[in-house]
C-alpha cells in the first residue's frame, strides 16, 4: 500500500488521513504548526509523528497537500518531490494546474462534504478527481480502500462542478437562514422544528428524483398563493423567492406540469417584484 504524508492537519487532512490509516494505508508523517493543528493530529493520528514538510514528503508515496486553496501553489512548489511520488490537493475549485510546475504526478481529490474536525465516516461520500491516466489506478485506489465511490471531471470542469457544489450546498444555508428570519417574523419560535419533516423529505425526493420531486404553488399552479408571498416578503428575502420562484416556473413549465398561460400568469406576478438594487454604499439591502 501507499505510503501516505500529509501537509497541514486541518480538518480535512487529518480526517482523511485517519480514515487511510485506518483503511491500512500507513501515515508516515503530518506536519502541525499551530496549537490547534498539532492538537487535531494528536486526536485523529495519534501515531503518526509530527514532522518538517521535507521529511515527511521524504517518507511518503502520496503527499496530501491539505493547506487553504490560496496557498496550495506555494506549498507545492516548496516540497522536495520526485517524478515518482503523487502530489494530492483536495480543493474542490482547482484542478491541476495550480500544482504545476511540478515533477510529481498531479492529483486533484475533492471529498464533498464539510469536516468538523472528529472521525468521519466517507463511504458515503463520492470523490471528484481530476488526475493523468496514469495516477487513475492509485486514486481509484485510495478511495476504494476507504470504501467510497469516485467520479471524474476534466481540469477545463473544474470551476463549474465547484459552482454546482457550492450553489447546492452553501446557498442552502443562505436560504434556510432567510426561511428561518421570516418564520420567526410570523411568531414561529423553532423555525428548524417546523421545516426538517419538510426539508428532510424534500431532499431526499429530490435527490433521487430530481426536479420531479417539486411540490408546492408553483406546480399546483397556484399564482394568487406566490403574489400573496410577495406581497409579504422584503429586501434580499423578497428578491431571492422572486428569483427562484422564476427559476421554478420555468422547470415546470418544461416539462409541462404548467400550462403556458398558467406560466405566464407567473411571470406577470414575478415581474412586478423588482430586482434589489446596491444602495449609494454599495451595500445590498438586507
Known sequence: MERIGIIGSGR???ALGA???????PVTGVTARSQASLDRAARLLPDVPVLAADEVTARADVVLVAVPDSAISEVARSLP???EQYVVHLSGAHGLAV??????????????MTFTGDRPDLS????????PERARPVVERLVKALGADLQWVAEDQRARYHAGVVHGANHLTTLLAQAFAVLRDAGITDPAATLRPLLSATLDNTLRSGHDALTGPIARGDVETVAAHLAVLRGRTASTYAELARATVDLAAADGRLERSTAERFYEVLAAQPVLERDRTGEAPR
Open 19 to 25: 480514515a487511510l490509516a485506518s483503511a491500512g494505508h
Open 81 to 83: 518531490l520526485t517524478a
Open 124 to 131: 458515503a461520500i463520492t470523490f471528484t478527481a481530476t488526475a
Open 12 to 14: 480535512a487532512g487529518s
Open 99 to 112: 500544482l504545476q510546475p511540478t515533477v510529481a504526478i498531479p492529483v486533484a481529490l475533492h471529498p464533498p
